[in-house]
Nanobody
Framework: QVQLVESGGGLAQPGGSLRLSCEASGITRLIDVMGWYRQAPGKERELVATQTRGRDIKYSDSVKGRFTISRDNAKKTVYLQMNSLIPGDTAVYFC????????????????WGQGTQVTVTV
């Protein structure tokens, strides 16, 4: 059974930093995509950043230049370094993993963590 365990959320002041971690278990091969989404109250879940096993990285425009995603394939862990935080970053952050299908008869598999709260306030 695949499990994603997040850590590192919490409270920060504007301009501050936080680092999120997410460790995946129950996956025996190299993880294809790891990343982060977030959901603020009353809003839809949105992409923050993703990184493929080929190191291709995608960021949302709202976090470019402030957040950095990285991953440790051996540890099956993805990180999100969040700098220059603003109140608009307040949300529940969800770890995301996608495993690409191995054959045309299969679908890609998406997995989600339970979420970790990030609150940015004075």
């Amino acid at each position: 059974q695949v499990q994603l365990v997040e850590s590192g959320g919490g409270l920060a002041q504007p301009g501050g930093s936080l680092r999120l971690s997410c460790e995946a278990s129950g996956i025996t091969r190299l993880i294809d995509v790891m990343g982060w989404y977030r959901q603020a109250p009353g809003k839809e879940r949105e992409l923050v950043a993703t990184q493929t096993r080929g190191r291709d990285i995608k960021y949302s425009d709202s976090v470019k230049g402030r957040f950095t995603i990285s991953r440790d394939n051996a540890k099956k862990t993805v990180y999100l370094q969040m700098n220059s935080l603003i109140p608009g970053d307040t949300a529940v952050y969800f770890c995301y993993v996608q495993m690409w299908r191995m054959s045309q008869s299969q679908d890609n598999q998406d997995y989600w963590g339970q979420g970790t709260q990030v609150t940015v306030t004075v």
